[in-house]
């Protein structure tokens, strides 16, 4: 095999494997990926290469696809944050998703690493928040404000440690920031969330929070289908998975 086909090998085979890892599921219509904490869904202006661009490069080699390869984002996840995360593979599951997102047809589990013990181990929280575009931060307040939009989570405790929390949340809405401007609000800010007020930085950038668990009708096959994320390897997130 010459240098160049060796390459290529490879680099194909890298591919496969970074992302093949990592698919939590797959059909004709959609193709879902445990995300990293490193991981951006969409291009923004840092220019890194998206993982929406990662599944196209992951899908053409998989199934030697010589064309153009369709990778629809159905929604997103910030940057820190690691879990599940759906994309359409085509038109017609793009659009069938979107409808769903719409009329609130995906359910989203996520799980909270959290310093500070909420005050009631379950509960509803609902705030007005208002989202400052310049700061990339959205801000909570109990009553309406100009701008805002209501925010409504469901959570509870489902295990701790000596030093950290667990927290199990429904997202009922989806708010730009929402679990960590919310949770912030109530006086538990996300472990490793500075910008909402924890008071250390997690090593690696990400912050603890992982989306769990999705579940939906699939619009297509018509069939209930729920997709589970383990967390990223850590001590912490391992010892709440080995406990919960």
Request: hydrophobic share 35%; with cysteine.
């Amino acid at each position: 095999m010459s240098a160049y086909l060796k390459g290529k090998t490879n680099k194909i085979l890298t591919i496969l494997s970074a992302i093949g890892s990592r698919v939590l599921y797959e059909d004709n219509h959609l193709i879902a990926i445990n995300k990293l904490p490193s991981e951006i869904v969409q291009g923004d202006k840092t220019g890194d290469k998206p993982l929406s661009e990662e599944i196209k490069s992951f899908l053409k080699e998989k199934y030697s696809k010589p064309g153009n390869v369709f990778t629809g984002v159905i929604h997103r996840i910030d940057r820190p944050v690691s879990g599940v995360i759906i994309f359409a593979k085509t038109s017609k599951g793009l659009t069938r998703m979107n409808e769903l997102l719409k009329n609130h047809g995906l359910k989203k589990t996520y799980w909270a690493i959290v310093q500070n013990r909420p005050e009631f181990e379950s509960g509803e929280i609902i705030h007005h928040l208002v989202r400052d575009q310049r700061k990339n931060k959205s801000f909570a307040s109990k009553n309406p404000k100009a701008g805002s939009k209501e925010a409504i989570l469901n959570y509870k405790l489902i295990g701790e440690s000596n030093n950290y929390f667990l927290l199990e949340v429904d997202l009922k809405t989806g708010r730009h920031h929402q679990i960590r401007c919310q949770l912030s609000a109530i006086g538990s800010p996300i472990k490793g969330d500075l910008k909402y007020g924890s008071p250390r930085s997690n090593k690696d950038a990400s912050i603890s929070l992982h989306a769990r668990q999705l579940e939906f009708m699939h619009p297509i096959k018509k069939e209930v289908v729920s997709i589970i994320a383990n967390p990223p390897q850590d001590s912490l997130w391992n010892f709440f998975s080995n406990t919960v």
